[in-house]
Protein backbone atom coordinates (compact mmCIF):
# COMPACT_ATOMS: atom_id res chain seq x y z
CA UNK A 1 0.00 0.00 0.00
CA UNK A 2 2.53 1.92 0.84
CA UNK A 3 3.81 2.67 -2.74
CA UNK A 4 0.45 4.08 -3.61
CA UNK A 5 -0.49 7.68 -4.35
CA UNK A 6 -2.05 9.15 -1.32
CA UNK A 7 -5.25 11.79 -1.47
CA UNK A 8 -5.85 13.92 1.67
CA UNK A 9 -9.63 15.01 1.49
CA UNK A 10 -9.82 18.05 4.04
CA UNK A 11 -13.29 18.64 5.74
CA UNK A 12 -13.52 21.76 6.64
CA UNK A 13 -10.82 23.10 4.24
CA UNK A 14 -11.64 27.22 4.83
CA UNK A 15 -11.18 26.88 8.61
CA UNK A 16 -8.35 27.82 10.62
CA UNK A 17 -6.75 24.33 11.64
CA UNK A 18 -6.32 23.85 8.06
CA UNK A 19 -4.31 26.93 7.36
CA UNK A 20 -2.30 27.06 10.33
CA UNK A 21 -1.47 23.58 10.42
CA UNK A 22 -2.63 21.11 7.90
CA UNK A 23 -1.83 22.66 4.73
CA UNK A 24 2.02 23.89 5.88
CA UNK A 25 2.10 20.30 7.76
CA UNK A 26 1.38 18.45 4.14
CA UNK A 27 3.91 21.28 2.45
CA UNK A 28 6.31 20.11 4.90
CA UNK A 29 6.13 16.36 4.05
CA UNK A 30 5.70 17.06 0.92
CA UNK A 31 9.01 19.14 0.58
CA UNK A 32 11.05 16.88 2.35
CA UNK A 33 9.81 14.08 0.05
CA UNK A 34 8.24 12.06 2.52
CA UNK A 35 4.69 11.98 0.54
CA UNK A 36 6.00 10.85 -2.88
CA UNK A 37 5.22 12.54 -5.92
CA UNK A 38 2.01 11.19 -6.55
CA UNK A 39 0.02 13.26 -3.87
CA UNK A 40 -3.61 15.05 -4.17
CA UNK A 41 -4.90 17.21 -1.11
CA UNK A 42 -8.58 18.73 -1.37
CA UNK A 43 -9.89 20.76 0.42
CA UNK A 44 -13.94 20.49 1.19
CA UNK A 45 -16.34 23.27 2.67
CA UNK A 46 -19.48 24.50 2.04
CA UNK A 47 -17.52 28.27 0.91
CA UNK A 48 -17.26 28.40 -3.24
CA UNK A 49 -13.28 28.50 -4.48
CA UNK A 50 -11.81 27.54 -7.42
CA UNK A 51 -8.45 26.03 -6.91
CA UNK A 52 -6.62 28.62 -7.49
CA UNK A 53 -8.21 30.88 -5.46
CA UNK A 54 -8.08 28.79 -2.10
CA UNK A 55 -4.11 27.71 -3.29
CA UNK A 56 -3.62 31.40 -3.06
CA UNK A 57 -4.88 32.09 0.52
CA UNK A 58 -2.74 29.25 1.44
CA UNK A 59 0.08 30.22 -0.20
CA UNK A 60 0.18 33.71 2.16
CA UNK A 61 -0.93 31.31 5.37
CA UNK A 62 1.60 28.58 4.78
CA UNK A 63 4.19 31.49 4.52
CA UNK A 64 3.11 33.08 7.60
CA UNK A 65 3.00 29.51 9.49
CA UNK A 66 5.67 27.41 7.90
CA UNK A 67 8.43 30.55 8.19
CA UNK A 68 11.83 29.88 7.52
CA UNK A 69 10.63 26.72 5.77
CA UNK A 70 8.63 28.17 3.13
CA UNK A 71 10.42 28.78 -0.53
CA UNK A 72 8.49 30.01 -3.21
CA UNK A 73 9.42 27.16 -5.61
CA UNK A 74 8.68 24.24 -3.13
CA UNK A 75 5.62 25.98 -2.89
CA UNK A 76 4.78 26.69 -6.98
CA UNK A 77 5.61 22.69 -7.16
CA UNK A 78 3.29 21.65 -4.00
CA UNK A 79 -0.03 23.71 -4.99
CA UNK A 80 -0.01 22.07 -8.33
CA UNK A 81 -1.29 18.65 -5.67
CA UNK A 82 -4.03 21.44 -4.08
CA UNK A 83 -7.50 20.95 -5.25
CA UNK A 84 -10.82 22.76 -4.19
CA UNK A 85 -13.91 20.92 -3.82
CA UNK A 86 -17.08 22.84 -2.58
CA UNK A 87 -19.80 20.59 -0.49
CA UNK A 88 -21.81 20.24 2.44
CA UNK A 89 -20.76 16.99 3.84
CA UNK A 90 -23.47 17.12 5.93
CA UNK A 91 -26.00 16.66 2.95
CA UNK A 92 -26.19 13.60 2.06
CA UNK A 93 -26.73 13.98 -1.84
CA UNK A 94 -23.55 16.23 -1.79
CA UNK A 95 -21.40 13.82 -0.34
CA UNK A 96 -22.42 10.79 -2.40
CA UNK A 97 -21.61 13.50 -5.16
CA UNK A 98 -18.02 14.55 -3.78
CA UNK A 99 -17.60 10.41 -3.20
CA UNK A 100 -18.25 10.06 -7.27
CA UNK A 101 -15.83 13.31 -8.06
CA UNK A 102 -13.16 11.58 -6.02
CA UNK A 103 -14.02 8.82 -7.89
CA UNK A 104 -13.79 9.75 -11.01
CA UNK A 105 -10.58 12.14 -10.94
CA UNK A 106 -8.47 8.58 -9.34
CA UNK A 107 -10.09 6.13 -11.85
CA UNK A 108 -6.88 5.21 -13.01
CA UNK A 109 -5.12 3.59 -9.70
CA UNK A 110 -6.37 2.59 -6.21
CA UNK A 111 -4.70 4.98 -4.05
CA UNK A 112 -4.31 5.37 -0.05
CA UNK A 113 -7.22 8.27 0.68
CA UNK A 114 -7.27 10.32 4.21
CA UNK A 115 -10.03 11.74 5.19
CA UNK A 116 -9.62 14.80 7.35
CA UNK A 117 -12.68 16.12 10.03
CA UNK A 118 -11.50 19.42 10.58
CA UNK A 119 -14.59 21.07 10.66
CA UNK A 120 -17.37 21.78 13.75
CA UNK A 121 -17.05 18.83 15.62
CA UNK A 122 -20.78 19.31 16.07
CA UNK A 123 -20.71 18.14 12.10
CA UNK A 124 -18.58 14.66 12.79
CA UNK A 125 -21.76 12.23 13.45
CA UNK A 126 -23.34 13.90 10.26
CA UNK A 127 -20.51 13.86 8.00
CA UNK A 128 -19.57 10.51 8.99
CA UNK A 129 -22.91 8.88 8.52
CA UNK A 130 -23.42 10.37 4.71
CA UNK A 131 -19.83 9.05 4.39
CA UNK A 132 -20.93 5.86 5.44
CA UNK A 133 -23.94 6.76 2.75
CA UNK A 134 -21.36 7.19 0.35
CA UNK A 135 -19.67 4.62 0.36
CA UNK A 136 -16.44 5.52 1.27
CA UNK A 137 -14.74 3.65 3.73
CA UNK A 138 -14.73 1.02 1.08
CA UNK A 139 -11.14 -0.25 0.82
CA UNK A 140 -11.46 -2.24 -2.58
CA UNK A 141 -9.87 0.59 -4.26
CA UNK A 142 -7.28 1.54 -1.73
CA UNK A 143 -6.93 2.16 1.89
CA UNK A 144 -9.43 4.34 3.59
CA UNK A 145 -8.69 6.23 6.74
CA UNK A 146 -10.62 9.11 9.09
CA UNK A 147 -8.54 11.83 10.92
CA UNK A 148 -10.65 12.77 13.27
CA UNK A 149 -9.86 15.94 15.10
CA UNK A 150 -10.55 16.93 19.10
CA UNK A 151 -12.37 17.28 20.86
CA UNK A 152 -13.74 13.47 20.66
CA UNK A 153 -17.13 14.23 22.34
CA UNK A 154 -17.42 16.59 25.15
CA UNK A 155 -18.23 13.80 27.93
CA UNK A 156 -18.04 9.85 28.05
CA UNK A 157 -21.42 9.48 26.69
CA UNK A 158 -20.82 11.96 23.81
CA UNK A 159 -17.93 10.35 23.12
CA UNK A 160 -19.30 6.69 22.78
CA UNK A 161 -22.11 8.10 20.82
CA UNK A 162 -19.49 9.11 18.50
CA UNK A 163 -17.50 5.94 18.74
CA UNK A 164 -20.52 3.74 17.96
CA UNK A 165 -21.24 5.97 14.89
CA UNK A 166 -17.72 6.25 13.42
CA UNK A 167 -17.95 2.18 13.89
CA UNK A 168 -20.77 2.06 12.46
CA UNK A 169 -19.07 3.14 9.12
CA UNK A 170 -15.21 2.51 9.92
CA UNK A 171 -13.58 -0.23 11.30
CA UNK A 172 -11.34 0.52 14.58
CA UNK A 173 -8.37 0.51 12.44
CA UNK A 174 -9.17 2.97 10.01
CA UNK A 175 -10.04 5.43 12.92
CA UNK A 176 -7.15 8.04 13.37
CA UNK A 177 -8.40 10.10 16.44
CA UNK A 178 -5.30 12.45 16.72
CA UNK A 179 -3.84 14.27 19.86
CA UNK A 180 -1.38 16.83 18.26
CA UNK A 181 0.61 16.40 21.89
CA UNK A 182 1.75 12.63 21.07
CA UNK A 183 3.04 13.72 17.31
CA UNK A 184 5.43 16.14 19.28
CA UNK A 185 8.68 14.88 18.87
CA UNK A 186 9.73 15.07 22.66
CA UNK A 187 7.04 13.33 23.34
CA UNK A 188 7.83 10.48 21.70
CA UNK A 189 11.25 10.80 22.88
CA UNK A 190 9.89 10.07 26.59
CA UNK A 191 9.18 6.30 25.67
CA UNK A 192 13.10 6.03 24.25
CA UNK A 193 13.96 8.13 27.61
CA UNK A 194 12.81 5.20 29.62
CA UNK A 195 12.78 2.27 27.61
CA UNK A 196 16.20 2.68 25.36
CA UNK A 197 18.25 3.77 28.80
CA UNK A 198 18.77 1.18 31.56
CA UNK A 199 19.78 3.98 34.22
CA UNK A 200 16.00 5.61 34.63
CA UNK A 201 13.82 2.56 34.32
CA UNK A 202 15.07 1.08 38.05
CA UNK A 203 14.40 4.69 39.36
CA UNK A 204 10.93 5.17 37.90
CA UNK A 205 8.75 4.00 40.59
CA UNK A 206 7.70 4.63 44.23
CA UNK A 207 10.60 3.68 45.98
CA UNK A 208 12.59 6.77 44.28
CA UNK A 209 9.63 8.92 43.15
CA UNK A 210 8.48 11.31 45.57
CA UNK A 211 5.98 13.07 42.68
CA UNK A 212 5.63 13.65 39.49
CA UNK A 213 4.14 17.33 38.19
CA UNK A 214 2.41 17.84 34.51
CA UNK A 215 2.66 21.58 33.71
CA UNK A 216 0.96 22.97 30.61
CA UNK A 217 1.39 26.40 30.68
CA UNK A 218 0.23 28.84 28.29
CA UNK A 219 1.12 32.59 28.06
CA UNK A 220 -1.71 32.93 25.16
CA UNK A 221 -5.64 34.06 26.73
CA UNK A 222 -8.86 33.08 25.03
CA UNK A 223 -8.75 35.51 22.28
CA UNK A 224 -11.31 35.27 20.48
CA UNK A 225 -12.62 31.27 21.33
CA UNK A 226 -14.86 31.86 23.77
CA UNK A 227 -17.76 30.66 21.86
CA UNK A 228 -15.84 27.30 21.98
CA UNK A 229 -13.81 27.49 25.44
CA UNK A 230 -16.49 28.75 27.64
CA UNK A 231 -18.54 25.38 26.80
CA UNK A 232 -15.32 23.51 27.40
CA UNK A 233 -13.12 25.28 29.91
CA UNK A 234 -9.77 23.81 31.09
CA UNK A 235 -10.00 20.44 31.84
CA UNK A 236 -12.09 19.54 28.34
CA UNK A 237 -9.52 21.93 26.36
CA UNK A 238 -6.25 20.31 27.73
CA UNK A 239 -6.67 17.44 30.38
CA UNK A 240 -8.68 14.93 29.01
CA UNK A 241 -6.89 14.74 26.02
CA UNK A 242 -3.31 16.12 26.06
CA UNK A 243 -2.42 16.13 29.63
CA UNK A 244 -3.53 12.73 30.24
CA UNK A 245 -1.51 11.65 27.33
CA UNK A 246 1.58 12.98 28.88
CA UNK A 247 1.05 11.20 32.13
CA UNK A 248 -0.04 7.82 30.86
CA UNK A 249 3.31 8.24 29.01
CA UNK A 250 4.88 8.88 31.94
CA UNK A 251 3.43 6.56 34.12
CA UNK A 252 2.92 3.22 31.42
CA UNK A 253 4.77 -0.04 31.85
CA UNK A 254 7.13 -0.95 28.81
CA UNK A 255 4.93 -2.36 26.40
CA UNK A 256 5.78 -5.92 24.76
CA UNK A 257 6.31 -4.34 21.37
CA UNK A 258 6.54 -0.68 19.81
CA UNK A 259 3.29 -1.02 18.11
CA UNK A 260 0.60 0.54 18.18
CA UNK A 261 -1.89 -1.84 20.19
CA UNK A 262 0.59 -2.82 22.34
CA UNK A 263 1.33 0.58 23.35
CA UNK A 264 -2.18 1.53 23.34
CA UNK A 265 -3.06 -1.68 25.63
CA UNK A 266 -0.50 -0.49 28.72
CA UNK A 267 -1.99 3.61 28.19
CA UNK A 268 -5.35 1.99 28.88
CA UNK A 269 -3.97 0.35 32.07
CA UNK A 270 -2.89 3.56 33.69
CA UNK A 271 -6.26 5.06 33.17
CA UNK A 272 -7.78 1.80 34.21
CA UNK A 273 -5.93 2.30 37.42
CA UNK A 274 -6.04 6.12 38.10
CA UNK A 275 -8.05 6.22 41.38
CA UNK A 276 -11.77 7.94 40.51
CA UNK A 277 -12.29 11.44 42.78
CA UNK A 278 -15.10 10.94 45.02
CA UNK A 279 -17.61 13.97 44.94
CA UNK A 280 -16.56 14.52 48.19
CA UNK A 281 -12.90 14.74 47.64
CA UNK A 282 -13.21 17.14 44.23
CA UNK A 283 -12.49 20.03 46.57
CA UNK A 284 -9.34 18.21 48.20
CA UNK A 285 -8.21 17.17 45.26
CA UNK A 286 -8.45 20.08 42.76
CA UNK A 287 -8.00 23.04 42.21
CA UNK A 288 -9.62 25.75 40.01
CA UNK A 289 -9.81 28.87 38.63
CA UNK A 290 -10.26 31.76 36.09
CA UNK A 291 -8.03 34.22 35.10
CA UNK A 292 -8.77 38.13 36.00
CA UNK A 293 -10.17 39.61 33.03
CA UNK A 294 -12.09 36.27 31.10
CA UNK A 295 -15.12 37.77 31.85
CA UNK A 296 -14.59 40.78 29.91
CA UNK A 297 -13.21 38.51 26.72
CA UNK A 298 -16.02 39.27 23.91
CA UNK A 299 -18.33 36.42 23.50
CA UNK A 300 -18.33 35.39 26.68
CA UNK A 301 -21.51 35.32 29.06
CA UNK A 302 -21.93 37.46 31.92
CA UNK A 303 -20.75 35.20 35.59
CA UNK A 304 -19.22 32.50 33.49
CA UNK A 305 -17.73 30.19 36.04
CA UNK A 306 -15.62 28.84 33.39
CA UNK A 307 -12.27 27.61 34.85
CA UNK A 308 -8.85 29.16 32.63
CA UNK A 309 -7.12 27.19 35.01
CA UNK A 310 -6.93 23.75 36.79
CA UNK A 311 -4.97 21.83 38.93
CA UNK A 312 -5.33 17.88 40.21
CA UNK A 313 -3.81 15.54 41.68
CA UNK A 314 -4.32 12.38 40.63
CA UNK A 315 -3.49 8.98 42.52
CA UNK A 316 -2.34 5.65 40.01
CA UNK A 317 -3.45 2.29 42.04
CA UNK A 318 -0.86 0.23 40.61
CA UNK A 319 2.43 -1.28 41.66
CA UNK A 320 4.80 0.86 40.40
CA UNK A 321 2.71 4.21 42.03
CA UNK A 322 1.28 3.30 44.53
CA UNK A 323 1.63 6.48 46.73
CA UNK A 324 2.91 8.36 44.26
CA UNK A 325 0.64 11.55 43.41
CA UNK A 326 0.57 12.69 39.65
CA UNK A 327 -0.17 16.71 39.84
CA UNK A 328 -1.36 17.66 36.69
CA UNK A 329 -2.10 21.60 35.80
CA UNK A 330 -2.58 23.76 33.15
CA UNK A 331 -3.88 27.37 32.71
CA UNK A 332 -4.38 30.02 29.88
CA UNK A 333 -2.84 33.34 31.13
CA UNK A 334 -0.02 32.06 32.74
CA UNK A 335 3.79 33.52 33.03
CA UNK A 336 5.24 32.11 30.49
CA UNK A 337 4.55 29.19 27.59
CA UNK A 338 6.06 26.02 29.08
CA UNK A 339 5.36 21.94 29.17
CA UNK A 340 7.23 20.62 30.99
CA UNK A 341 7.35 16.97 33.36
CA UNK A 342 8.97 17.03 36.17
CA UNK A 343 9.95 13.58 38.03
CA UNK A 344 10.84 14.57 41.72
CA UNK A 345 12.65 11.70 43.66
CA UNK A 346 12.77 11.28 47.09
CA UNK A 347 15.02 12.91 49.24
CA UNK A 348 17.81 10.83 50.34
CA UNK A 349 17.39 8.32 53.22
CA UNK A 350 20.19 9.93 55.66
CA UNK A 351 20.97 13.64 55.08
CA UNK A 352 24.96 13.47 56.22
CA UNK A 353 25.65 16.90 55.06
CA UNK A 354 24.31 20.19 56.21
CA UNK A 355 21.60 18.74 58.18
CA UNK A 356 20.23 21.71 59.13
CA UNK A 357 18.62 22.57 55.63
CA UNK A 358 16.25 20.36 53.92
CA UNK A 359 17.58 19.51 50.59
CA UNK A 360 15.85 20.27 47.87
CA UNK A 361 15.99 16.69 46.14
CA UNK A 362 16.62 15.22 42.67
CA UNK A 363 14.52 16.09 39.49
CA UNK A 364 14.53 15.28 36.24
CA UNK A 365 12.60 17.41 34.09
CA UNK A 366 11.24 16.57 30.94
CA UNK A 367 10.97 20.54 28.83
CA UNK A 368 8.63 19.49 26.04
CA UNK A 369 8.40 22.82 24.30
CA UNK A 370 9.79 25.06 23.86
CA UNK A 371 13.32 24.60 24.03
CA UNK A 372 12.36 21.10 23.79
CA UNK A 373 14.76 18.98 26.06
CA UNK A 374 16.03 17.46 29.10
CA UNK A 375 17.73 18.72 32.43
CA UNK A 376 18.89 16.48 35.42
CA UNK A 377 19.22 18.52 38.72
CA UNK A 378 21.09 17.02 41.51
CA UNK A 379 23.52 18.57 44.57
CA UNK A 380 27.25 19.95 44.49
CA UNK A 381 29.99 20.84 46.71
CA UNK A 382 29.98 24.60 46.37
CA UNK A 383 34.03 24.92 45.67
CA UNK A 384 35.84 26.32 49.07
CA UNK A 385 33.06 26.90 50.83
CA UNK A 386 32.82 24.06 53.24
CA UNK A 387 30.12 21.58 52.79
CA UNK A 388 28.03 23.92 51.51
CA UNK A 389 25.86 22.23 48.72
CA UNK A 390 23.53 23.70 46.08
CA UNK A 391 21.27 22.20 43.19
CA UNK A 392 23.15 21.79 39.83
CA UNK A 393 21.94 20.44 36.59
CA UNK A 394 22.53 18.52 33.31
CA UNK A 395 21.20 19.33 30.33
CA UNK A 396 20.75 18.67 27.09
CA UNK A 397 18.91 19.62 24.29
CA UNK A 398 17.65 18.98 21.09
CA UNK A 399 18.76 21.79 19.17
CA UNK A 400 22.18 21.61 20.25
CA UNK A 401 22.62 18.10 19.69
CA UNK A 402 20.64 17.56 16.54
CA UNK A 403 20.97 20.02 13.42
CA UNK A 404 17.69 20.46 11.54
CA UNK A 405 14.49 22.23 12.87
CA UNK A 406 12.14 20.43 14.86
CA UNK A 407 9.05 18.97 12.66
CA UNK A 408 5.54 19.98 13.87
CA UNK A 409 2.98 17.66 15.39
CA UNK A 410 0.61 17.46 12.64
CA UNK A 411 3.98 16.84 9.93
CA UNK A 412 4.41 13.36 12.09
CA UNK A 413 0.91 12.97 12.51
CA UNK A 414 -0.44 13.02 8.79
CA UNK A 415 2.39 10.99 7.50
CA UNK A 416 1.63 8.12 10.35
CA UNK A 417 -1.82 8.63 9.05
CA UNK A 418 -1.12 7.65 5.56
CA UNK A 419 1.30 4.66 5.93
CA UNK A 420 -1.24 3.54 8.20
CA UNK A 421 0.32 3.42 11.56
CA UNK A 422 -1.95 4.50 14.42
CA UNK A 423 0.82 4.24 17.30
CA UNK A 424 0.45 7.60 18.26
CA UNK A 425 -3.41 7.84 17.88
CA UNK A 426 -5.68 7.10 20.42
CA UNK A 427 -7.93 4.15 20.52
CA UNK A 428 -11.77 4.15 21.06
CA UNK A 429 -11.19 3.12 24.64
CA UNK A 430 -8.59 5.02 26.08
CA UNK A 431 -10.63 8.01 25.19
CA UNK A 432 -13.53 6.57 26.97
CA UNK A 433 -11.36 6.06 29.81
CA UNK A 434 -9.81 9.38 29.65
CA UNK A 435 -13.29 11.03 29.57
CA UNK A 436 -14.68 8.61 32.77
CA UNK A 437 -11.53 10.23 34.55
CA UNK A 438 -12.72 14.11 33.84
CA UNK A 439 -16.24 13.79 33.77
CA UNK A 440 -16.64 13.51 37.56
CA UNK A 441 -14.05 16.59 38.22
CA UNK A 442 -16.61 18.66 36.07
CA UNK A 443 -19.60 17.51 37.52
CA UNK A 444 -18.03 18.06 40.75
CA UNK A 445 -17.50 21.55 39.92
CA UNK A 446 -20.67 22.22 38.40
CA UNK A 447 -22.56 20.43 41.51
CA UNK A 448 -24.40 22.70 44.50
CA UNK A 449 -21.22 21.55 46.72
CA UNK A 450 -18.39 22.99 44.17
CA UNK A 451 -15.16 24.27 45.42
CA UNK A 452 -14.39 27.64 44.94
CA UNK A 453 -13.43 29.33 41.70
CA UNK A 454 -10.33 31.58 42.04
CA UNK A 455 -9.00 34.00 40.89
CA UNK A 456 -5.13 34.91 39.27
CA UNK A 457 -3.54 37.80 37.72
CA UNK A 458 -2.69 36.83 34.32
CA UNK A 459 1.07 36.08 33.85
CA UNK A 460 1.53 34.13 37.15
CA UNK A 461 1.20 30.53 38.20
CA UNK A 462 -2.50 30.92 38.72
CA UNK A 463 -4.29 31.52 42.08
CA UNK A 464 -2.22 31.27 45.26
CA UNK A 465 -4.42 28.51 46.29
CA UNK A 466 -2.56 26.52 43.93
CA UNK A 467 0.53 27.18 45.80
CA UNK A 468 -0.78 26.63 49.12
CA UNK A 469 -2.32 23.54 47.97
CA UNK A 470 0.77 22.37 47.42
CA UNK A 471 2.25 23.38 50.40
CA UNK A 472 -0.47 21.97 52.81
CA UNK A 473 0.75 18.48 51.17
CA UNK A 474 4.44 19.20 51.87
CA UNK A 475 5.46 19.94 48.29
CA UNK A 476 6.08 22.69 45.82
CA UNK A 477 5.09 23.42 42.37
CA UNK A 478 8.10 24.06 39.94
CA UNK A 479 6.82 27.07 38.87
CA UNK A 480 10.12 28.03 36.31
CA UNK A 481 9.84 29.38 32.79
CA UNK A 482 11.68 27.28 30.55
CA UNK A 483 14.23 25.87 31.85
CA UNK A 484 16.62 25.26 28.62
CA UNK A 485 16.64 28.67 27.27
C1 LIG B 1 -5.30 22.82 21.73
C2 LIG B 1 -6.19 23.61 22.63
O1 LIG B 1 -5.72 21.50 21.65
O2 LIG B 1 -3.97 22.85 22.24
C3 LIG B 1 -5.69 25.04 22.77
O3 LIG B 1 -7.51 23.64 22.10
C4 LIG B 1 -4.24 25.05 23.20
O4 LIG B 1 -6.48 25.77 23.69
C5 LIG B 1 -3.41 24.14 22.31
O5 LIG B 1 -3.78 26.38 23.13
C6 LIG B 1 -1.99 24.02 22.84
O6 LIG B 1 -1.21 23.34 21.90
P1 LIG B 1 0.34 23.62 21.80
O7 LIG B 1 0.83 22.65 20.78
O8 LIG B 1 0.52 25.05 21.37
O9 LIG B 1 0.90 23.38 23.17
Known sequence: ???MGYTFVIFG???????????????N??????LGDDLAVYGVSRSEFSDDDWRTSLKETTAKFAGARFHEDAWNEFAQHVFYIAADATKTEEMVSLKAQLDEKEADAARTRIYYLSMSPKLYEQTICNMGVAGMSDESDGARRIVIEKPFGTDLATSQQLNHCAHQVFQEDQIYRIDHYLGKETVQNLMVLRFANSIFEPIWNRNYVDHVQITVAEEVVIGRRAGYYDHSGILRDMFQNHILQLMTITAMEAPAKYEANSVRDEKVKVLKSVRPISPDQIGNETVRAQYMGYLKEEGVPKGSQTATFAALRLCIDNWRWQGVPFYLRSGKGL??????????FRQPPHLLFNRKRALESN???IQIQPNEGIQLHFQTKVPDAGMEMRL???DFRFDSEFSGSMPEAYERLLLDAAEGDPGL??????VELAWSIIDPIIAGWASKSAPRLYWYETGSWGPKESTDWMYSQGREWFDVCPVLK
Open 13 to 27: ASGDLTSRKLIPALY
Open 392 to 394: TDL
Open 335 to 344: SCRTSQIVVQ
Open 363 to 365: RLV
Open 425 to 430: FARSDE
Open 1 to 3: MSN
Open 29 to 34: LYRKGR
